[in-house]
């Protein structure tokens, strides 16, 4: 059983736009002097069981990431196949690239979650390898509250018991076979999700669940890069202790 990655990084960032980091999409920002691209490839690459990880881009950003690559000299692990209009399309075409066997397994994650741990990484594996599918869920600590939107913004018309309820984070994995018919079932429905695990779901597969951490969260908004800093620094002063 071989693991392979595929990581959706063909995104605009458009919700960044508005702040300071306004130039770049989210993920070739900078943290403490590394891109996000390259901190998720990396998180990936130091798991031994990784056989590969294969990188969806713009064209128009080809060059650019190369560069970065070479430059944190990433090696021969990593491949790239160029992105499309949505997750769903940059995630497709990466599959139909991988050159492997029906019962591998392939995590996505998105680019844009550096800060994922190794131990989840492995754990994530584990569970796809048992269960056939799973992904990362945060458990929700806030009361979840259904709403209906009005014009206003919005009304309230239930309250969803938390414990019922985990905020879906990446990696999300399956065994390649599966995760390719599920791929050609949504295509064939004109079915676009979010994630991969609404394509399983909507076919039927259990999806098992393992713990996603605060951390692991999806840079997003302003802010949220040196809220990656403050994490990054907590972690080098936990290990100088
Ligand atoms: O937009 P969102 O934050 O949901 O993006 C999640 C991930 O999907 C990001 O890593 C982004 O780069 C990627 N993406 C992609 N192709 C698109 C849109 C998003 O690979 N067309």
């Known amino acids: 059983m071989r693991v392979f990655v595929i990581l959706p990084a063909a995104g605009m960032g458009t919700r960044m736009a508005a702040g300071s980091h306004a ?5 070739f920002l900078s943290i403490g002097g590394v891109p996000v691209l390259v901190r998720s490839v990396k998180a990936f690459l130091d798991v ?7 990188v969806a881009v713009r064209s128009s950003e080809r060059e650019r990431v190369e560069a970065q690559f070479q430059e944190f000299r990433l090696g021969p692990r990593v491949h790239m196949v160029e992105g499309g209009d949505n997750r769903q399309e940059s995630v497709g075409n990466a599959l139909a690239a991988l050159e492997c066997d029906d019962d591998d ?9 550096p800060l994922i741990d190794a131990g989840t990484i492995e754990r994530t594996i584990d569970a796809v390898a048992r269960h056939g599918a799973a992904i990362v869920g945060l458990p929700a600590v806030d009361t979840i509250k259904q709403v209906e939107r009005t014009a206003d913004g919005a009304i309230i018309t239930a309250t969803i018991p938390r414990e019922l309820i985990v905020l879906a984070q990446t990696p999300q994995g399956a065994r390649v076979g599966l995760l390719r018919r599920v791929f050609a079932e949504a295509a064939a429905d004109g079915f676009t999700g979010t994630d991969e ?26 802010g949220d890069i040196e809220l990656a800093e403050f994490y990054l620094h907590q972690a080098a002063v936990a290990g100088a202790r």
Do not use: M, Y
């Open 23 to 27: 130039a770049a999409p989210k993920q």
């Open 105 to 113: 397994v392939v995590l996505v994650h998105d680019a844009v979650r």
């Open 197 to 222: 695990a609404s394509l399983l779901e909507r076919a039927g597969v259990e999806v098992a669940v393992v713990a996603g951490s605060a951390r692991n969260f999806k840079i997003t908004q302003p």
């Open 48 to 54: 031994p069981r990784v056989d590969a990880v294969c």
